[in-house]
Structure formats: C-alpha cells, structure tokens
C-alpha cells in the first residue's frame, strides 16, 4: 500500500469541550433562551453520555448477533432502544 493512501492510526483527541461552538449554535437556534454561564458544558455531558450509552447498547446488539464489527444496524437498534428508554 503506498504512503499517500495509508490514514494515521493516531489522532488527536480534544479535550476541550467546544464551548464556543455551542454558545454560538445557543444564541443562533434560541435567541429568546436565557441560559446560565456553564450550560453549554451541561449540553456537552449530555451528548458525551448518550454516546457512550449508544457504543454499550451496540456492542451489546453486534455481541447477540456473533458479530465482531459493529455495524449500522446495530447502532440503530440500539438508538430506539435508548431513546424508548430516555422518554418513558
């Protein structure tokens, strides 16, 4: 395989939460909103998690199905199934 066509196996992991971005999507999206100073970090916890919980939920779903790679399917399955759960 040729150098140009090979992808770097390490990358850089932020670990800053992109404060300025959501602020910015905040004022944007819902101007009439009046949210506290740190929100925007609360909002960032909040997709971090869901994240997490969707990564369990399909590696549990690939798991089921004898799968070692977890495919499209399975990340669907399991955002129904997280999302059933968070509504009730």
């Known amino acids: 395989m040729a150098l140009s066509t090979t992808v770097s196996q390490r990358k850089l992991i ?7 971005f959501l602020k ?7 101007r009439h909103l009046r949210l ?4 925007d970090l609360l909002v ?16 549990t ?3 089921e199905n004898k799968c070692g790679v977890i ?7 399991a955002a129904k199934v ?4 968070s509504r009730g």
Do not use: D, M, W, Y
């Not at 997280?82 to 759960?85: A, G, V």
């Open 14 to 20: 932020k670990r800053k939460a992109p404060r300025g």
């Open 24 to 30: 910015r999507v905040f004022k944007q999206r819902k």
């Open 36 to 39: 506290e100073t740190n929100s």
């Open 44 to 59: 960032h916890l909040n997709c971090l998690l869901f994240v997490h919980r969707l990564a369990e939920e399909a590696r």
């Open 61 to 63: 779903n690939a798991c």
């Open 71 to 77: 495919k499209k399917e399975h990340v669907l399955a």
């Open 82 to 85: 997280i999302l059933k759960k």
